[in-house]
């Protein structure tokens, strides 16, 4: 079955230090792979993407992710942090091969890590 | 074009009483999905649609029901509101099979059963 981990429930991160935020994933076929964020009392927002090609995908507000096939990895990243980076982050997963088995490729989200930069 | 809109915005539901809560999409998204967002749980997928007509369950079916009779509307039926339906559900859709694109989320609605 497709599935998302993050295994860090928060990460702190002091103002100008270099951030990580780690996503696993298990899929059937090969993956789409995600990042939101949701500030409070927000809806989700998209940050980036990996479908195919560079491994180092760039997005928004200076974010980045790093696709690893091996460690089944789409890791987070910013070179320099930002109190105003604070706020909940997950990562998502869609399944191209779930149709191979007769399901849909669902959109799977993980449980968020909620980031926490200070001044 | 106003992209995914949910409403109410917030509720309070007595135990045993029902609503529905809307979702209307105004971007020909073929996908919708409902989720459940519960304090360090995450998101949770309670059902999701892969266009008009067709609707299938997601990790949390229970106590919820949906329809989509249209490509815009993808409405969320709660028929005996339980104080473990206490969450803020979110509404969202991609485009046709095969999306490499985002998903469009809804503001939320925050849902309390007392």
């Known amino acids: 079955a497709q599935s998302v981990a993050q295994p860090e429930d928060q990460v702190n991160v002091a103002e100008g230090n270099p951030l990580t935020v780690k996503c696993t994933y298990s899929?059937?076929?090969?993956?789409?792979l995600f990042w939101y964020v949701q500030y409070p009392n927000r809806g989700l927002q998209f940050l980036l993407k990996?479908?195919?090609?560079?491994?180092l995908v760039k997005g928004s507000y200076g974010f980045e992710a790093e696709f690893n096939k091996s460690q089944t990895s789409f890791h987070l990243k910013k070179p320099s942090a930002l109190v105003s980076d604070s706020a909940l982050y997950f990562c998502?997963?869609?399944?191209?091969?779930?149709?191979?088995?007769?399901?849909?490729?669902?959109?799977?989200f993980g449980a968020g890590t909620r980031l926490a930069v200070h001044p | 074009n106003a992209g995914v809109t949910q409403t109410p915005k917030f509720r309070i539901l007595k135990i045993g009483q029902s609503m529905t809560l809307q979702c209307t999409q105004d971007?020909?998204?073929?996908?919708m999905y409902w989720y459940r967002q519960d304090p360090g749980m995450g998101l949770k997928l309670i059902y999701y649609?892969?266009?008009?007509?067709?609707?299938d369950k997601g990790e949390v079916p229970n106590g919820y029901n949906v329809s989509r009779s249209t490509t815009e509307d993808f409405p969320l039926r709660l028929e005996l509101a339980a104080p473990s339906q206490t969450s803020v559900y979110f509404c969202?859709?991609?485009?046709?099979?095969?999306?490499?694109?985002?998903?469009?989320f809804g503001q939320g609605t925050r849902l309390t059963v007392v």
């Open positions: 899929v059937s076929g090969n993956p789409y």
């Open positions: 649609s892969v266009g008009a007509g067709i609707t």
């Open positions: 971007m020909n998204h073929n996908y």
């Open positions: 990996y479908i195919t090609g560079d491994n």
């Open positions: 998502a997963v869609r399944d191209m091969g779930a149709r191979l088995s007769g399901g849909y490729n669902k959109l799977i």
């Open positions: 969202a859709s991609t485009p046709w099979e095969g999306a490499d694109t985002e998903a469009f």
